[in-house]
Nanobody
Framework: QVQLVESGGGLVQAGGSLGLSCAAS????????MGWYRQAPGKQREVVATISSGGATNYADSVKGRFTISRVNAKNTVTLQMNNLKPEDTAVYYC?????????????WGQGTQVTVSS
């Protein structure tokens, strides 16, 4: 099993920046991709950005050019730097990780951290 603990988030004005961090513990040798999802009130959870164990990244179109995901495998951490934030970025942000295929289709989630962007 893997545990994910997030930090960061909070309240910021539109145009500002915030950083989110997520630390994995437990059976971290099993991990494949890590990333961030978000869920706004009344909406489905959606992917924000993901990064593979090899460093390949993917971003939602809505955050490309504004958000940057990074990962330090040796520390089992993933970070999301969010710049030029918009009110529509307001959501609960969840850290995500999955196991390498050999370990099965296991997915892990953090507890979530609130990001609020005021206009």
């Amino acid at each position: 099993q893997v545990q994910l603990v997030e930090s960061g988030g909070g309240l910021v004005q539109a145009g500002g920046s915030l950083g989110l961090s997520c630390a994995a513990s437990g059976s971290t040798f099993r991990l494949n991709a890590m990333g961030w999802y978000r869920q706004a009130p009344g909406k489905q959870r959606e992917v924000v950005a993901t990064i593979s164990s090899g460093g390949a990244t993917n971003y939602a179109d809505s955050v490309k050019g504004r958000f940057t995901i990074s990962r330090v495998n040796a520390k089992n951490t993933v970070t999301l730097q969010m710049n030029n934030l918009k009110p529509e970025d307001t959501a609960v942000y969840y850290c995500y990780a999955n196991d390498r295929p050999a370990w099965g289709p296991n997915v892990y989630w953090g507890q979530g951290t609130q990001v609020t962007v005021s206009s």
